[in-house]
């Protein structure tokens, strides 16, 4: 593209967006809304641009070119017609987030996983010569191999994403990741470790206040209140482990009669996983919500007596740290989870909650089974997860962190010119 004529603003910053509220509601649109509402009650001018053709290339045909959630403000790529070919269409996205950035002059641009944003925003920033930031949320190369068997991970496919990730990141001017295995991957692809940040998955808004009772929680999600709860607030999908939760649940529900599986959410493995608890017998001991409203998700963490996070091991799962078990500690519940090591950045062993081999369902009950039977230590966990995320991991904490190192860019970038 060529260089533009440009004069940005100081704290303005312009997010791109593969997906967002309102349209989507995934973990990865709730992370980009909170981080840019933290940012915004931080002082920040903020907007968000989303990927060329959304939300109509998902469904939402009556979309409009604007959105407002919360105060924060939401702009559609939607032309009239969408270039024929791959190579075309970047160029075609490119060109309209530009010209949003030449109006709204940030002095900052902010994207996130995975490298398609990064090839666009690398172009605009350079047209208008300021830095950008790229936020590495997952190893989508990984996710990708995780459904393809170990093959995959040695298919040329998969040497290309891996390839054209490390490409974006060392190119850019700062990259953001979620936690320290997902630094260390980071690392390795030989990438600076001072050019990394973590922003750690957080807890904001509903989170920050204190929690409820489990049965006034249940009682106004309409749950039986004299019930023991275990599950999970989750996408229903295989890497989750889900499966090996049922299993467990298997085993302890003929030594809790009261005890009920609850699994909130929505995903591809949602008809396998009703058939398992059908299988086993168990279908009327088990609550499948589907898909809530966010404004509900922090009332089902606080209907649980025990938060299940029963990822499967793989290399995705090693390295990404989830949003939800954070949730769930917010909420004062203990959290029984694999064994990995993202899930060790979360997890005190024995303070906050309890890790377990994964894969292993038998162990995971024999975890949940002493929880269950000991309401004071339930109660401790509860307490000791809740306060030391309200310690570590908010997203005002990590607003402030991105305004040192976006400050710190625009430095360095005067210095440079």
Request: hydrophobic content about 45%.
């Amino acid at each position: 593209m060529d260089r533009q004529d440009f004069d940005p603003v100081s704290g303005r910053v312009l997010h791109l967006l593969t997906n967002s509220l309102p349209h989507t509601t995934s973990g990865y649109a709730q992370r980009s809304h909170s981080i840019m509402l933290a940012q915004q009650e931080a002082g920040w001018d903020v907007l968000a641009v989303t990927r060329l053709g959304y939300p109509v290339q998902v469904g939402k045909l009556l979309a409009r070119g604007a959105d407002v959630v919360d105060g924060v403000r939401y702009r559609r790529l939607l032309p009239s017609r969408l270039a024929p070919r791959m190579d075309a269409r970047l160029q075609q996205q490119a060109e309209e987030l530009l010209q949003i950035v030449l109006e709204f002059k940030p002095s900052v641009l902010h994207t996130t996983t995975h490298f398609i944003n990064g090839l666009v925003v690398r172009a605009v920033a350079e047209a208008v010569g300021i830095p950008w930031v790229y936020e590495v949320r997952g190893q989508l190369a990984d996710t990708w191999a995780a459904t393809r068997g170990s093959q995959a991970r040695a298919s040329e496919k998969y040497r290309l994403f891996e390839e054209r990730e490390t490409d974006v990141m060392r190119s850019a001017d700062l990259v953001v990741t979620l936690g320290h295995a997902m630094k260390a991957k980071i690392v390795a692809a030989g990438i600076p470790a001072e050019k990394v940040l973590i922003a750690p998955n957080a807890v904001g808004g509903a989170f920050l206040k204190q929690p409820v009772d489990a049965a006034s929680a249940r009682r106004e999600l309409g749950l039986a209140e004299d019930m023991l709860y275990i599950g999970t607030v989750s996408s229903l999908v295989g890497y989750e482990g889900l499966d090996d939760l049922v299993r467990a649940f298997a085993i302890l529900a003929p030594k809790f009669p009261q005890l009920r599986l609850l699994l909130v959410g929505d995903g591809v493995e949602a008809p396998a996983l009703r058939e398992q608890v059908r299988a086993l017998g168990l279908a009327d001991k088990a609550v499948f919500t589907g898909r809530v409203p966010r404004e509900l998700a922090p009332l089902y963490h606080q209907a649980l007596d025990v938060f299940v996070v029963p990822r499967k091991n793989l290399d995705v799962t090693r390295a990404v740290t989830p949003l939800k078990p954070v949730e769930a500690l917010a909420s004062a519940r203990p959290v029984v989870a694999s064994d990995l090591p993202a899930l060790r950045e979360i997890i005190d062993n024995g303070g906050n909650g309890v890790l377990v081999p994964a894969e292993a369902p038998g162990e995971l009950a024999d975890a949940v089974s002493v929880l269950l039977a000991d309401e004071e230590r339930r109660g401790a966990m509860g307490r000791a997860g809740r306060s030391a995320v309200l310690a570590e991991r908010t997203w005002a904490a990590n607003a402030r962190a991105l305004s040192t190192r976006y400050a710190e860019l625009h430095d360095e970038n005067e210095e440079y010119e």
